[in-house]
Structures are given as structure tokens and as C-alpha cells.
């Protein structure tokens, strides 16, 4: 198992029970997997740095977690085809 980091932005257009429900749907992702969740903040709304499709805030969301690959692969499969998701990054964690 690897150490990994993901930090997304879901939409502010959006009510707080949709984001609700896509946040846990991305630790099921993990969790269904295999994986262990070991930091997960939710950072709130803030402003983008600069606007992403014609949205100038978001939610942001950090998640530090342990998995195999193959998760990591489904979970950025399942953010790139969500609406609620303007933006995200994994990487894996070397310390």
C-alpha cells in the first residue's frame, strides 16, 4: 500500500447536502477498496485563484489516505466524470 494525497474543489452552486454526498462517495471510493483514510479536511469556500469553468470559488477538500493503485485509478476516473468536481490532484506522498 502507498501513501497518497488527493485535494479537490467541488462547484458552490451546489447544495451543502450534494457536496456532502459527493465527499462521502469519494471516501467510499477508498474505503470500498481496500484503502485506509488517515486526514480528511474539509478546507470550506474559498476563492479560486483564477476562474474555472466561469466558477470563482469552490469547496475545498484534502484527503491524505493509503491504497493500491487500482484505487487511485478508480478514484480519478470517478472525479474526472463528476459534475460536482471542478478540479483535482493526487499525488503520492514520499514522506
Known amino acids: 500500500m502507498r501513501k497518497y494525497e488527493v485535494m479537490y474543489i467541488i462547484r458552490t452552486d451546489i ?3 450534494v457536496v456532502q454526498a459527493a465527499v462521502e462517495k469519494f471516501q467510499g471510493i477508498v474505503s470500498n477498496g481496500g484503502g485506509e483514510i488517515t486526514k480528511h479536511d474539509v478546507l470550506g469556500k474559498r476563492r479560486l485563484a483564477y ?7 469552490g469547496h475545498y477538500v484534502l484527503v491524505n489516505f493509503t491504497a493500491e493503485p487500482a484505487v487511485v485509478a478508480e478514484l480519478e476516473r470517478v472525479m474526472k466524470i463528476s459534475d460536482e468536481v471542478i478540479r483535482y490532484l493526487i499525488t503520492q506522498d514520499v514522506a
Not at 476562474?51 to 470559488?57: A, L, T
Open 51 to 57: 476562474e474555472i469553468k466561469k466558477f470563482r470559488d
Open 15 to 17: 447544495e451543502q447536502e
